[in-house]
């Protein structure tokens, strides 16, 4: 089964504007990644956050993570069209090396 | 440096007939994973190898369901007596140290089966 659910399921923005998508989970995690994918296929990792930090950075990606409320978020600043694509959210549990990922949300940038 | 590749791209095959997809993870890599993606959803966990340790098998659907791995780099998945609702996309990752660790994504091979 999924391990990590995203909401919105689909998001539509003007370029320029800031895009937030939502992760939530329900078992212990070892570390929480965040994958973009173009055209249904080609998934590309985007970031990784451990389960001891809260906060990460990656150019205009602003990941966070808050274990206590087994969720997370990915911020896009100053969206632009070439973003458009699906965003996932797979997760890592302990002792337990698989990844497990949701259905993802689908992001549409308006130029 | 290269990539993970997958062949086929593309297979079209009939109903009852058995299907092998092979991926070529990037070298060195001790892991590899395979994913299903069907029309417009997430990425459903298949199998998981790590080294020589034994598969974590777990997400295959069905005993048609099949993968090895040899020599600890190519792996096949095989389908035997497909059926239409095998029809989807199968993705190959491989990582330098398992899941602790971000994964690289072939480009696919999607499965059609008629």
Not at chain 1, 49 to 69: A, Y
């Amino acid at each position: 089964s999924q391990q990590g659910e995203e909401d919105p399921q689909a998001l539509s923005i003007q370029e320029g504007e800031n895009a937030t998508m939502n992760c939530s989970y329900k078992t212990s995690i070892n570390n929480l990644q965040w994958y973009r994918q173009n055209s249904g296929r080609g998934l590309v990792h985007l970031i990784l956050i451990r389960s001891n930090e809260r906060e990460k950075h990656s150019g205009r990606l602003r990941v966070t993570l808050d274990t206590s409320k087994k969720s997370s978020s990915l911020l896009i600043t100053a969206s632009r069209a070439a973003d458009t694509a699906s965003y996932f959210c797979a997760t890592v549990r302990y002792n337990n090396n698989d990844m497990r990922f949701g259905a993802g949300t689908r992001l549409t940038v308006k130029p | 440096g290269a990539g993970v590749s997958q062949s086929p791209s593309n297979k079209v095959t009939e109903k009852g007939k058995d299907v092998e997809l092979r991926c070529d993870p990037i070298s060195g890599h001790t892991a590899l994973y395979w994913y299903r993606q069907s029309l417009g959803q997430g990425l459903e966990f298949l199998i998981y190898f790590q080294g020589n340790s034994a598969p974590d098998k777990s997400g295959l659907p069905s005993d048609r369901f099949s993968a090895e791995r040899t020599g600890g780099s190519v792996s096949t998945l095989t389908i035997q007596r497909t059926q239409q609702e095998d029809s989807a996309v199968y993705l190959c990752a491989s990582g330098p140290g398992g899941s602790l660790y971000e994964q690289y994504f072939g480009p696919g091979t999607r499965l059609t089966v008629t």
